[in-house]
């Protein structure tokens, strides 16, 4: 098991700059990959981005590309997403996930934060 727990979520004014924050714990060895995804009211939840627990490999959506970019910390275990040019279209619940796998499979997931990008 891999716990995950999201932070950095809140209000901001569009064109504003958020960081969040995911630590991980417990079978984190077993993690080859991290990502961030998101889900806005309504919608289904969206990819945005994700690293390789070992190397630094990076994959954005191109919704996020230019703006965002996701890095980690392995001493840390916490993988970071820096959200930048915030628009009010990114406002959404905000998870991290960890995957045994380099692409896809996601297996735990974090409880979400918020983010809020106000016009």
């Known amino acids: 098991q891999v716990q995950l727990v999201e932070s950095g979520g809140g209000l901001v004014q569009a064109g504003g700059s958020l960081r969040l924050s995911c630590v991980a714990s417990?079978?984190?060895?077993?993690?080859?990959?991290m990502g961030w995804f998101r889900q806005a009211p309504g919608k289904e939840r969206e990819f945005i981005a994700r690293?390789?627990?070992?190397?630094?490999?990076?994959y954005y959506a191109d919704s996020v590309k230019g703006r965002f970019t996701i890095s980690k910390d392995n001493t840390k275990a916490t993988v970071y997403l820096q959200m930048n040019m915030l628009k009010p279209e990114d406002t959404a619940v905000y998870y991290c996930?960890?995957?045994?796998?380099?692409?896809?499979?996601?297996?735990?997931w974090g409880q979400g934060t918020q983010v809020t990008v106000s016009s």
């Open positions: 996930a960890a995957s045994p796998s380099d692409v896809g499979g996601y297996r735990y």
């Open positions: 690293i390789k627990w070992s190397g630094y490999n990076t």
């Open positions: 417990g079978r984190t060895f077993s993690t080859a990959s």
